[in-house]
């Protein structure tokens, strides 16, 4: 039985349809659910570099706060109470996504994939697809 859910998210909009997804499982089957997005760069490693400044760095905090609200309030609406909102630091986002759900107990894993084919694929790799090799617990993947 599923009782505790890990959806990824990155702000896309086929993230958005993952966490519309990952709410209304969530509520259905009376789960618990987590949202988590990666930072590739944590603040730490960004306040080394000469490239990053306080203003880059709190308008990528304001867009992450901003995606957090619109999932509580997409929660609150649903019914959904027991919801949770993490961020955490990694360049390898597949395996800090497993990692976090393997850690925390998640027996459920929501990701958004763009399905791209042929070359793109190739080029672009796909996250959903590393996550579902990495992950210790099944994969939905939303379209």
Same mark, same amino acid.
């Given at each position: 039985?599923?009782?505790? +859910?890990?959806?990824?998210?990155?702000?896309?909009?086929?993230?958005?349809?993952?966490?519309?997804?990952?709410?209304?499982? *969530?509520?259905? +089957?009376?789960?618990?659910?987590?949202?988590?997005?990666?930072?590739?760069?944590?603040? *730490?490693?960004?306040?080394?570099?000469?490239?990053?400044?306080?203003?880059?760095?709190?308008?990528?905090?304001? +867009?992450?706060?901003?995606?957090?609200?619109? /999932?509580?309030?997409?929660?609150?609406?649903?019914?959904?109470?027991?919801?949770?909102?993490?961020? /955490?630091?990694?360049?390898?986002?597949?395996?800090?996504?497993?990692?976090?759900?393997?850690?925390?107990?998640?027996?459920?894993?929501?990701?958004?994939?763009?399905?791209?084919?042929?070359?793109?694929?190739?080029?672009?790799?796909?996250?959903?697809?590393?996550?579902?090799?990495?992950?210790?617990?099944?994969?939905?993947?939303?379209?």
């Amino acid at each position: 039985m599923i009782k505790n +859910i890990l959806c990824a998210t990155d702000g896309s909009k086929i993230s958005a349809k993952a966490v519309d997804f990952a709410i209304s499982l *969530a509520r259905e +089957i009376g789960a618990k659910l987590t949202v988590l997005t990666v930072e590739r760069v944590s603040r *730490a490693e960004a306040a080394k570099s000469a490239f990053w400044d306080s203003t880059v760095l709190n308008a990528a905090d304001a +867009i992450t706060r901003a995606e957090f609200r619109s /999932v509580a309030d997409k929660a609150k609406k649903a019914g959904l109470a027991k919801v949770q909102c993490v961020t /955490v630091s990694s360049r390898d986002i597949a395996g800090a996504i497993a990692a976090y759900a393997k850690k925390q107990k998640c027996d459920h894993i929501i990701i958004g994939s763009h399905g791209h084919r042929g070359v793109q694929r190739l080029v672009l790799g796909s996250i959903a697809e590393a996550v579902v090799a990495e992950a210790h617990c099944p994969v939905t993947i939303v379209r």
